[in-house]
Structures are given as structure tokens and as C-alpha cells.
């Protein structure tokens, strides 16, 4: 008895160090997301956001003023003021003049540039330019240093992925995709796995085994005959291609048999006697349909319900396929498929794109995961 106890607790233990495993690797990558999207720019590409709360060091460049500015002391003209006109307070460790070597020289230390000509750039940014002659030009010295920069969150990345590049109304066209598409294929799979499960009429055999058929087909070999069908019907009606109604049919078409599958095994798998009292009781189907089997399935419907928003949410193949790219009706998936070929190295919209992308599923699925492994389960045991 000592041994069994012993053996059960090792592999619970095993488990939660199992789960404990696969959280944490599914939480940095989102975490890392989340604060490089409220990161600055600069040092986003300085350092990685494990280090955004410590100061960033980076190498900049700049320009000292124009000969315009110069001053004569003690028979020297003399440049002075402070390499970071915008105010911030950085430190700098070392600079240089050439870009090959740009901290060549040691903070706070007087550097030669040749013909007299010297240059000391502090710590704080100020520096001082001296030299015998005067200095001619309307372009200033170009300078390089090692400045380390504290840590900084702004906003200004969200402003301008939801307003400027045009986030905001592609996850509009997002949801208007999305929601649709996950409420119809529930309504028609709920229907068609209750009677499927519990009534019976001549085929039934064999339209549970198309349906278990079609799980296999490949959604790639469907995509151009059902585009070619879309089109037909939508000539012949006069019902312009590429409108949302089409996508949320093709979305439909693509989960019903999932849908259907998995609904009808836990609606097979309900009490008989519930089934039975009700019709004795004169009950019809659809009153056993809408009182008592619906509320009864709502785990594995709120299951089926995150499987399907997730995957239209993330699909970007169909929503290529069967609607447009015009700005009312871009999804989300090809905006972000269109930043990275224009915005490629603009690491700032990128992170804060993905994280908006997956804030949505995010909040579906912890607000809906109480049912999910319940209605995944539920009809494993017992079938109809």
C-alpha cells in the first residue's frame, strides 16, 4: 500500500513539474512580446528585454555645431555645449571620431585630432572643441560614443501600429470575420450531432462515416474546387466574390466536421433515461434539443468555440482566398504578413502587432478554459 501511495505521488509530482515545464515555455515568449512592445525603439535593437529594466548601452552617432558658434578664449577658438541636445540624460563611457573606431577614447579625456586641434567629451554629454585656428564649415565635427541610456516604456508603439499603420481597422475586419464564423458552424454541428446521436433514419451510419471521412481531407485540395463553387453560385445569383459572407461560409464548410465529431460524441454519451423521461413526457426533438441537450453541452460546445475562434483568428490562407485586401476587409493575419515585408526591421511594430494579435485568443481561452478539457473528455468513455 506504502509502495502504491509512494508511485502515485511521484507521478502527480511529475506531471505538475510537466505542466510547471510547458507554462513556463509558453510564458517568455510572451512575456518577452508583451514588454518589447512598450519598449523604445533604440533600445529594443541595443539589447534584449530581459535586460529592458537595467540601462541600455548602445553606440551613437552625432555632430558637434556649425563654425558659426565658435567662441575665442584665451587665444584658442573654442566649440562648446552638450552632445545631447534633446535634453536626455545619458552617460557616455568613451567616443571617437572615425567609425571604425568609436570609443577610442576613454570619457573625460582630452583627445588630439592633430593640428592642435583637441576635443574632450564628458561623461554627461558636454564637451569642449579647441583649436588655434578658426574652424570654417557649416557642418560641425561628427563625433561617435558609448552611451549607456536608462530604461524607457512608451505608449507610442501602440499609437502607432493601432492608428498610423492601420492595425486598428484590420482587427475590426478580424472580428467581423471571426465571430460569425465561430457561431454558425456551432448552431448547424449542434443540430446535425443530435440527430446524428439520437434519432434514427435511414443513412445514418453513413453520413456519421462521411463526416469522420472528411476530418482527413487536406482544407489546401478543397480550397480551389469550393472557390470555383463560390464563384458559380455567386454569378449566378449576382452576389459579388470576396464579401465577408463567403468566408464565413468557407470558415463553416472547414469546421463542421470537427465540429460535428466532436459534439456528437458527447451528446451520444448523455443519460438515455434524460432522453427517455422527456419523450414519455410528449416532448419532441427539438424541445429535447433546446431544453435539455444544449444546456447539458455547453463544455463541449464552449470547447468546440475556442478551437474554431483560434483557428480563424490565426488563419491567413483563407482570408486570402476568399475576401479582398482592401483596407475594409484586410484581416489582421495579412496586415501583419504585409508589415513584415515593409516593416521587416522595425522590431518596435512587429512585437507590438504579434501581441495584439494574440491579446484577443488570449482572453477567449482563459475565459472559456474551465470547459475545455471537461468538453474534450466528456465523451471519450461512452458512446451513442
Request: charged residues 10%.
Amino acid at each position: 500500500m506504502a509502495v502504491a501511495t509512494g508511485n502515485s505521488f511521484a507521478s502527480r509530482f511529475g506531471v505538475h513539474i510537466a505542466v510547471l515545464f510547458f507554462v513556463v515555455i509558453w510564458t517568455i515568449p510572451t512575456l518577452g512580446i508583451l514588454v518589447s512592445s512598450i519598449r523604445d525603439k533604440d533600445q529594443i535593437i541595443a539589447s534584449g528585454w530581459w535586460n529592458s529594466f537595467a540601462s541600455s548601452s548602445q553606440t551613437e552617432a552625432g555632430r558637434l555645431p556649425a563654425a558659426s558658434t565658435q567662441v575665442e578664449k584665451d587665444g584658442k577658438f573654442v566649440l562648446q555645449g552638450n552632445i545631447f541636445g534633446d535634453g536626455a540624460k545619458r552617460g557616455i563611457s568613451a567616443f571617437g571620431v572615425k567609425a571604425a573606431a568609436p570609443t577610442q577614447y576613454p570619457a573625460g579625456t582630452s583627445a588630439d585630432l592633430g593640428d592642435g586641434v583637441t576635443l574632450q567629451l564628458n561623461a554627461d554629454g558636454s564637451f569642449v572643441m579647441a583649436s588655434p585656428k578658426a574652424f570654417e564649415g557649416d557642418r560641425g565635427q561628427r563625433i561617435y560614443y558609448a552611451s549607456s541610456a536608462p530604461p524607457k516604456f512608451t505608449p507610442e508603439n501602440y499609437q502607432t501600429v493601432l492608428f498610423s499603420e492601420g492595425i486598428g481597422r484590420s482587427f475590426m475586419n478580424s472580428l467581423t470575420v471571426t465571430i460569425p464564423a465561430t457561431v454558425i458552424p456551432i448552431l448547424i454541428a449542434a443540430f446535425a450531432a443530435y440527430a446524428l446521436a439520437w434519432m434514427r433514419f435511414p443513412g445514418r451510419a453513413l453520413l456519421i462515416a462521411v463526416v469522420i471521412g472528411l476530418l482527413v481531407v487536406p482544407l489546401q485540395m478543397s480550397l480551389i474546387p469550393l472557390l470555383k463553387l463560390y464563384n458559380g453560385v455567386g454569378t449566378f445569383f449576382g452576389v459579388p466574390s470576396k464579401t465577408y459572407l463567403g468566408i464565413w461560409l468557407a470558415h463553416t464548410g472547414f469546421g463542421l466536421p470537427f465540429a460535428i465529431y466532436l459534439l456528437r460524441s458527447y451528446i451520444a454519451g448523455l443519460p438515455r433515461e434524460i432522453m427517455e423521461s422527456a419523450r414519455i413526457d410528449g416532448a419532441s426533438d427539438f424541445e429535447i434539443f433546446v431544453k435539455i441537450v444544449l444546456p447539458l453541452s455547453f463544455p463541449v460546445l464552449a470547447s468546440f468555440a475556442i478551437f474554431q475562434f483560434l483557428w480563424v483568428w490565426n488563419d491567413l490562407l483563407v482570408a486570402m482566398v476568399f475576401l479582398g485586401t482592401a483596407p475594409d476587409q484586410i484581416v489582421l493575419t495579412a496586415k501583419l504578413n504585409a508589415l513584415l515585408g515593409s516593416r521587416g526591421g522595425n522590431w518596435e511594430i512587429l512585437t507590438t502587432s504579434a501581441f495584439i494579435t494574440i491579446i484577443v485568443p488570449l482572453i477567449v481561452f482563459f475565459s472559456l478554459q474551465r470547459y475545455f478539457v471537461r468538453g474534450l473528455l466528456a465523451g471519450s468513455v461512452k458512446g451513442g
